[in-house]
């Protein structure tokens, strides 16, 4: 094979892992937008905190030990244990369950039936919340998040495509980063259970009804809260793996909420409420803003990663509003 | 009132006790009256219809009765027991289901899918449950889609299963909301205008349906209609309401024969 050609496919597998990343976080988002209309700003800062939070548990920290410290004049900090990452992780999930069900009992429950732009700044207001909680409970300090999670580039793939170069041609193999590799594999099977769940549990079908018709949903005996739990929980989740992913490769900082903004463009791409969109989507971006900057990137003065993804997204969004698999948009008069 | 002992129709059905009871309802939106202080119960596989003009607060009242409006004044009585105040998942959990006058299906589900929503009440296994122990949760999906298959056939909808509900015309439509509310296996099933809107044919498709129901699954139906004739072929017993207020309860027989009654009724336009 050309060494073209292996440069390009290495590109596009790079892309594509991002891109699952992306869907996955894109996912979040839609599983909330769908089933209660709302759009939530705080996706991002639930990923951070959940990091924040696996970081705290694994290290066994005293969660708001400098407030305790500073009304006590203590001196806490750690309770001296050391937790393995997956009960680290088991935690972790039980706390955000918790605050699903604290956001949706003391927010959203007091604000069914109002505008969508309420609801919005309510999440906003959340993210602030969520981002001072995180601070307060474990401090603010950068974090290292080592829950053992293989990194650098796989010497395996290396070797292996090293040798389908054309003869004589200098080509040393393909540089696959190791932990892109768990992230892609461990977000596509939460990709693939979320949608399983949603199309073949008793809860996934009640979640679908929600999203639908809350009347309908009623009249059969479902709890509009239950479900509103089970969403946010569901996003609290996603937001465990994106921080883990993220928070392996980059530490534990608030740079970490904002991938949330990774996740706009594919939003935007596959409509706010399609769960195949939202993984379409993402591979697209992924796969589009790795081959764009690896063609036109060096002409282009580098770094277009950073905005290819909007100017898709805005592209679509003039071409075809409703995203990929969105229904159409017909305003009745 | 002896409502309490069964009986045996004209044509062979048994009407058991009094399963619901409405005492003295009051409901209020501002300044109207929806409902004022109207009474009335619903027997044990009867088919009990309610009746009125535009307005008169039938489709209301069957709100009250599925939790969905809170009145202001009365008890609801479900099976002996005084009700406590409700949210209409529970009502439904309770085994009252319901069809709206408006339609409210899940647009995008498969008409399958929608009915299997009916079932929810009767699939207990938890979240982790059908993650984990993934037999017992198959076995409860198999079992509830028989069931479904079933009502599916009963109502002669299986050439639609898989279409999406969206895309169904109105009075197949209305047929599948029935389904779902009959998938339920409901103490009471509440029906508002199920032939609201439908041509001659689809209306006596809609009436063998009912009458069917009952007939074989014993079902206990409580149903508004605003045309009184085909109340009058359908059901066992009609309150009528005008304005708010109860204005008859009785047979239909009874019913026609009352002055108040004809006197309402002759004085708004049929449409
Ligand atoms: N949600 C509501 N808010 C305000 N008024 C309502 C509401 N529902 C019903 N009403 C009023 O109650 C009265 C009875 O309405 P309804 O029960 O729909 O009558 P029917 O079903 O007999 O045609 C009407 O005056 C209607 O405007
Ligand atoms: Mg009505």
């Given at each position: 094979m050309p060494v073209a050609f292996l440069?390009?496919?290495?590109?596009?597998?790079?892309?594509?892992?991002?891109?699952?990343?992306?869907?996955?976080?894109?996912?979040?988002?839609?599983?909330?937008?769908?089933?209660?209309?709302?759009?939530?700003?705080?996706?991002?800062?639930?990923?951070?905190?959940?990091?924040?939070?696996?970081?705290?548990?694994?290290?066994?920290?005293?969660p708001f030990s400098h407030l305790i410290n500073a009304l006590l004049g203590t001196e806490i900090h750690h309770f001296g244990w050391h937790i393995n990452a997956f009960f680290g992780i088991l935690f972790t999930m039980v706390v955000m369950v918790g605050l699903a069900y604290c956001v949706q009992r003391f927010v959203f429950r007091h604000l069914v039936g109002q505008e969508p732009i309420i609801l919005f700044m309510a999440t906003i207001g959340l993210a602030y919340f969520m981002e001072g909680l995180g601070d307060l409970m474990w401090g603010s300090d950068i974090k290292t998040l080592a829950v053992?999670?293989?990194?650098?580039?796989?010497?395996?793939?290396?070797?292996?495509?090293?040798?389908?170069?054309?003869?004589?041609?200098?080509?040393?193999?393909?540089?696959?980063?190791?932990?892109?590799?768990?992230?892609?594999?461990?977000?596509?099977?939460l990709v693939i259970a979320l949608v399983l769940f949603a199309q073949y549990t008793k809860q996934g079908r009640a979640m679908r009804a929600v999203a639908d018709d809350h009347q309908a949903a009623l009249s059969v005996g479902i709890s509009l809260n239950f479900i509103w739990v089970l969403v946010w929980s569901l996003a609290g989740f996603v937001a465990i793996v994106a921080g883990v992913m993220w928070g392996a490769k980059s530490g534990v900082q608030f740079s970490l909420s904002l991938i949330a903004l990774k996740a706009l463009p594919v939003l935007m791409l596959g409509g706010f409420t399609s769960i195949p969109g939202a993984i379409v989507g993402g591979l697209i971006i992924g796969v589009g803003e790795k081959l764009f900057e690896y063609q036109f990137g060096p002409m282009l003065g580098g770094a277009t990663e950073n905005w290819f993804a909007y100017v898709l997204a805005l592209l679509f969004l003039v071409f075809r509003p409703q995203g990929l698999f969105g229904e159409k948009i017909i305003e009745r008069v | 009132m002896s409502t309490q002992e069964s009986y045996v129709t004209e044509d062979g059905r048994t009407i058991g006790p009094t399963v619901m009871e409405m005492k003295n309802i009051t409901l209020r939106f501002g300044g109207v009256k929806a409902i004022t202080d109207i009474s009335f119960d619903i027997r044990e596989g009867e088919i009990r219809a309610i009746i009125g003009p535009n307005g008169a607060g039938k489709s209301s009242m069957l709100n009250v009765i599925s939790g969905f409006y809170v009145p202001q004044e009365g008890?609801?009585?479900?099976?002996?027991?005084?009700?406590?105040?409700?949210?209409?998942?529970?009502?439904?959990?309770?085994?009252?289901?319901?069809?709206?006058?408006?339609?409210?299906?899940?647009?995008?589900?498969?008409?399958?899918?929608?009915?299997?929503?009916?079932?929810?009440?009767?699939?207990?296994?938890?979240?982790?449950?059908?993650?984990?122990?993934?037999?017992?949760?198959?076995?409860e999906e198999v079992e509830n889609r028989e069931f479904v298959e079933k009502i599916i056939d009963f109502l002669e909808i299986q050439a639609i299963r898989k279409t999406p509900v969206g895309r169904l015309p109105y009075g197949l439509k209305k047929r599948v909301e029935l389904a779902r509310a009959l998938a339920a296996e409901p103490s009471i099933l509440l029906l508002d205008e199920p032939m609201a809107g439908m041509n001659v044919e689809?209306?006596?498709?809609?009436?063998?349906?009912?009458?069917?129901?009952?007939?074989?699954?014993?079902?206990?139906?409580?149903?508004?209609?605003?045309?009184?004739?085909?109340?009058?072929?359908?059901?066992?017993?009609v309150v009528v309401m005008d304005y708010g207020k109860k204005i008859g309860d009785g047979t239909p027989d009874e019913v026609r024969n009352n002055q108040e009654v004809i006197d309402a009724y002759l004085g708004v336009a049929h449409d």
């Open positions: 440069n390009f496919m290495e590109v596009t597998m790079n892309g594509l892992m991002a891109g699952v990343l992306y869907a996955l976080v894109a996912l979040g988002f839609v599983l909330i937008y769908k089933a209660s209309g709302i759009f939530n700003y705080a996706q991002g800062v639930m990923a951070l905190f959940s990091a924040l939070t696996l970081v705290g548990i694994m290290e066994g920290q005293v053992g999670l293989p990194q650098g580039g796989s010497f395996a793939i290396e070797d292996l495509t090293a040798t389908w170069a054309a003869e004589g041609e200098r080509y040393y193999g393909m540089y696959i980063d190791q932990l892109d590799i768990v992230a892609t594999v461990v977000a596509a099977i | 008890e609801v009585w479900y099976k002996g027991k005084k009700r406590p105040p409700m949210r209409p998942y529970q009502v439904a959990q309770q085994g009252i289901a319901r069809t709206f006058q408006n339609i409210a299906l899940f647009e995008g589900m498969t008409v399958l899918d929608n009915v299997m929503t009916g079932r929810i009440r009767q699939m207990t296994s938890g979240v982790f449950a059908q993650a984990i122990w993934k037999g017992k949760a198959e076995k689809e209306k006596e498709d809609m009436s063998r349906f009912i009458l069917d129901m009952n007939d074989e699954f014993g079902t206990t139906i409580a149903l508004i209609e605003h045309d009184m004739g085909v109340v009058m072929d359908l059901s066992d017993r």
